[in-house]
């Protein structure tokens, strides 16, 4: 879809999409850094649920990135940075 699209504005799609799957990818690494135990402390979805979803959205970003499930997992890896990232980040192993 992204490649029919001419010029800068194909760019400019392809930009976003490499930064979505970016901020995905980093969203993954840093909700496996904290002990599996942090999750629980804070009262959060377990570590394997973040670990899927940032995962997922990754997927879902370098596949179709402007469709429903691109704009779900938008939502679900800013709750991530927006909320469980700050309550479990502190803790270390």
Same mark, same amino acid.
Do not use: N
């Given at each position: 879809? /992204?490649?029919?699209?001419? @010029?800068? #504005?194909?760019? /400019?799609?392809?930009?976003?999409?490499?930064?979505?799957?970016? #901020?995905?990818?980093?969203?993954?690494?840093?909700?496996?850094?904290?002990?599996?135990?942090?999750?629980? +402390?804070?009262?959060? #979805?377990?570590?394997?649920? #973040? /670990?899927? +979803?940032?995962? @997922?959205?990754?997927?879902?970003?370098? +596949?179709?990135?402007? @469709? /429903?499930?691109? +704009? %779900?997992?938008?939502?679900? %890896?800013?709750?991530?940075?927006?909320?469980?990232?700050?309550?479990?980040?502190?803790?270390?192993?």
């Amino acid at each position: 879809m /992204i490649d029919a699209l001419p @010029g800068t #504005w194909g760019l /400019i799609q392809l930009a976003v999409q490499a930064a979505l799957v970016v #901020w995905a990818l980093v969203g993954l690494v840093l909700a496996v850094l904290p002990p599996a135990s942090a999750y629980s +402390i804070e009262g959060k #979805w377990p570590k394997p649920a #973040w /670990i899927g +979803i940032c995962a @997922g959205a990754a997927l879902f970003f370098a +596949i179709r990135p402007f @469709g /429903i499930l691109g +704009i %779900v997992a938008m939502v679900a %890896v800013g709750v991530f940075f927006a909320d469980v990232r700050p309550a479990v980040g502190g803790r270390r192993r």
